[in-house]
């Protein structure tokens, strides 16, 4: 089978929609299948490169101010035609409803391919970055929910990771659609996120402590993730429990003001950011923390999450979006309010407190991640690839 996979967030960016696009490329790949991933170009100029096993076709684009690493493709509508005529996909998989996941629509419409569109973003992840738009947020949010369910009603078959993601948008209520639409988890790879011993070299490459907890937060660092909420938290527990560290891997807009806050707040030599990581340190990171902490209220499932509890990780979570899926409460975690930080810090505080209560919440985070199989959420893209195409 020819599958296309159009994203306007690939690799080398690091965030959910990303991530997911190449897996399910490798993925789809690694099983037998031609695969070919629209993206924008890093450089600007467009371009084609191998990733290993599947081929990706680079768009003309420019940066995106708001968001790091985010480019925006320029005049999409020529360069996808083409892409779509030259490869001839049996099927096309659309990851986002910007340039390039417009473009395709559009033509892959025109041409009667079979279009699987997955939903991976809501309109607080964008409202958060802009600032400037927060007075009027509230109708714009309205308004892109109904352009979302708009867009996903061209495709044959729509996807979104979790059930929450689904009544999120309302998809199942005022913006129900007429194609089918299921809840497939964009899943993680537990070949390589599983519990194991902290790596002591890892460690000291980064300056982390050997012999205190370690609250841990991986992931992108920007406005709508809530980040200064876990660092004021944070500094609850360190006045209370001096022998703690915050580490916070990943970089994003927020980088340099989390310094200065951890800087204001006092905690800076108890708190590491390590900026951005390769994979394999990635993987390493989410073994050292004892418990692990996402803030962000607008999750429609957290990728990040999944991959800190298949590494053994119990969980503090804001009871918001799907994280509720993922940490449930007083069996992996606990759930706190969104910006609670008294209430974030308390969990944190019991959990580091209580060894026994920390053991059970880690078997019971790797019991949840082992349902979230990224080999199951290829069995599934297949088979939804395979009837549209039969």
Partial sequence: MKILIASDLHYPTINGVATFSRNIARGMAERGHEVMVIAPSQTGKKCKEVDGNYTIARTMSVPFPFYQNFRISLAPDRE???????FDPDVIHIQMLLGIGQSTMKYGNKMGIPIVSTNHAIPENLM???RLLAPVSRPINYMLKTYYARFHAKADYVTLPTQ???????LD???KLAVPVEPVSNGIDLARFHPGPRDERLLKRFDLPLDVPIVAYIGRLDVEKHIPVLMRAFKQVHDE???THLLIVGDGTEFYELNNLARKLGIVRHVTLTGRVNEEDLVALHKVGTVYCMPSPAELQSIATLEA????QPIIAVD???LGELCQNERNGFLCDQDDEDAIAIGIKKIINDPALRKKFSEESIAIANTHDIKTTYDRFE???TKLTS
């Fill in 164 to 170: 929450s993601a689904i009544a999120m948008l309302d």
């Fill in 173 to 175: 209520g005022k913006n």
């Fill in 320 to 322: 918001a979006g799907a």
């Fill in 241 to 243: 429990v001096p022998k």
């Fill in 383 to 385: 088979a939804i690839y």
């Fill in 80 to 86: 996808v035609k083409k892409i779509l005529q030259e």
């Fill in 309 to 312: 509890m298949a590494s053994g």
């Fill in 128 to 130: 958060d970055n802009l």
